[in-house]
C-alpha cells in the first residue's frame, strides 16, 4: 500500500485544535500536486503543533506564511492561535523542479517567499485566499497560481517521482542498493536524481518513510514492541532506531508512545476531525 505520511504529531490533541480537509487539484496539475490541504483554526488560546518532515515541497497561502517550504530534515513547529484559514499545494516529491530555476536541494530546510518563485501573480493568489469564504475559492486561486507557472515534467523528474513512489510502495526497500537495483540504476545515479529533483538524499528519503510509519504505530493506542519495530522498519539494531526516531522527533520511542496514550486519554469524546 502506497505511503503518504502526515506526519502530525499527537494526532488526538490537534484534532481538538484545528480541522484539515484535503483536496485534489486541477486536472491539469495532478501529475505535479498530490493533493491541496485546507487548515482552519479558531482559538482564544495559542497550540504548538509538530510536524514531522517529510519529502513534498508545500506552497502555503497563511497569515505570516505566505511561501515555498522545501523538504526538511527537523520536526515543524508551528504556533496557531486566533481565528485563521488557509491552504497549502503538497507537491509530490520529485516534481517541483519545474517551477524553479535551480535544483531542489537549493530549497532543503528553508522557506522562500511565494512571490520570489511565482512573482507578482502570488500576490494575487495570497489576497484571494484570505478573502476567501469556502474552501473551493481557495483551491481555485492555487490552482490558478500553479497552471500559470506550470511547465511539463521533464522525464528525470518523473524518474524521480516514480523512485519515491518505490519507496511509498515497498516498505522492504530500506537501503540505497535496493532502491537502485529496483529502478534499474547505479547508486550514484540515483543520489544525483535525489539531489537535482527530490532535494534530499535518497537515504533521508527512505528513513524519514520509515520514521512516520514509526510515529503512526507508536502513536496507536496498542504500541508494539520496541524491538519488533525496530526490526520490521529494517533496522539492525535497536539503539540505531532509538537514535533516529529521537532525532527527528524530540523523544526517544518508549516517551513519545506515552505521550500519545497519555493525551489520547485526556481527549474528549467525538472531537471534529477532518484529517
Known amino acids: 500500500m502506497r505511503r503518504i505520511p502526515s506526519g502530525i504529531l499527537n494526532e488526538p490533541v490537534a484534532r481538538t485544535k484545528f480541522t484539515l480537509t484535503r483536496h485534489p487539484p486541477a486536472p491539469e496539475l495532478r501529475d505535479f500536486v498530490e493533493h491541496h490541504w485546507v487548515l482552519r483554526w479558531n482559538l482564544t488560546e495559542s497550540h504548538e503543533q509538530h510536524v514531522l518532515p517529510n519529502l513534498s515541497v508545500h506552497v502555503t497561502f497563511f497569515p505570516g506564511a505566505c511561501g515555498v517550504y522545501g523538504p526538511a530534515h527537523e520536526l ?145 493506542p496498542d504500541a508494539p514492541d520496541y524491538a519488533e519495530l525496530a526490526t520490521r522498519l529494517g533496522y539492525s539494531d535497536q539503539p540505531h532506531f532509538i537514535r533516529d526516531f529521537r532525532a527527528v522527533t524530540g523523544a526517544p520511542p518508549a516517551e513519545y508512545a506515552r505521550s500519545a496514550r497519555r493525551l489520547m486519554s485526556c481527549t474528549p469524546d467525538g472531537a471534529k476531525t477532518g484529517i
Open 76 to 220: 515543524f513547529t508551528h504556533r496557531l492561535s486566533g481565528r485563521v484559514h488557509g491552504i497549502g499545494a503538497r507537491i509530490r516529491p520529485g516534481c517541483f523542479r519545474p517551477f524553479l530555476d535551480a535544483p531542489v536541494r537549493t530549497l532543503a530546510d528553508r522557506a522562500e517567499d511565494v512571490t520570489k518563485i511565482f512573482g507578482p501573480a502570488a500576490a494575487v493568489a495570497e489576497k484571494s485566499v484570505r478573502n476567501a469564504e469556502t474552501d473551493e475559492e481557495m483551491i481555485t486561486a492555487i490552482d490558478n497560481l500553479l497552471i500559470a507557472r506550470a511547465r511539463p515534467i521533464p522525464h528525470a523528474s518523473r524518474v524521480a517521482a516514480e523512485a519515491v513512489e518505490t519507496i511509498a510502495a515497498d516498505p522492504g526497500i530500506t537501503k540505497v542498493a535496493e532502491l537502485a537495483a529496483a529502478l534499474g540504476l547505479s547508486i550514484r545515479a540515483v543520489q544525483r536524481l535525489f539531489a537535482e529533483h527530490v532535494g534530499t538524499t535518497p537515504k533521508w528519503a527512505i528513513r524519514i518513510y520509515r520514521l512516520n510509519e514509526a510515529a503512526r504505530l507508536l502513536g496507536a
